[in-house]
């Protein structure tokens, strides 16, 4: 049974930091394509950024471009999204998302295979 479980979210000032976790278990993470969505209230979930399997390519977003960044560890089967100079804009339930075996990264949900819970981050201005 694959899960993701993501952690790290909360509440902050605009301007500050989080950084997200996304564990996978139940998937071979080295062979698994790795994407953060996010969905704020009363809109569509939206792509954010993506890293393939083996570490490249990453895409972002424009509205992340230059802010976030994703990254992996394979010996944890992590992949963290580090998030800086927040916007109350950014203030969403972020998802972590896995592909399926050898797949590449997408900014298509229907790429993605397996889903996290997701994890509220609130931005304040």
């Known amino acids: 049974q694959v899960r993701l479980v993501e952690s790290g979210g909360g509440l902050v000032q605009a301007g500050g930091s989080l950084r997200l976790s996304c564990t996978a278990s139940g998937v071979t993470f080295s062979r698994s394509s790795m994407a953060w969505f996010r969905q704020a209230p009363g809109k569509e979930r939206d792509f954010v950024t993506a890293?393939?399997?083996?570490?490249?390519?990453?895409i972002y977003a424009d509205s992340v471009k230059g802010r976030f960044t994703i990254s992996r560890d394979s010996d944890k089967n992590t992949v963290y999204l580090q998030m800086n100079s927040l916007k109350p804009e950014d203030t969403a339930v972020y998802y972590c998302?896995?592909?399926?075996?050898?797949?590449?990264?997408?900014?298509?949900?229907?790429?993605?295979?397996?889903w996290g819970q997701g994890t509220q981050v609130t931005v304040s201005s």
């Open positions: 890293i393939s399997y083996y570490g490249a390519p990453i």
């Open positions: 998302a896995a592909t399926r075996s050898y797949r590449e990264v997408s900014t298509y949900q229907s790429s993605y295979d397996y």
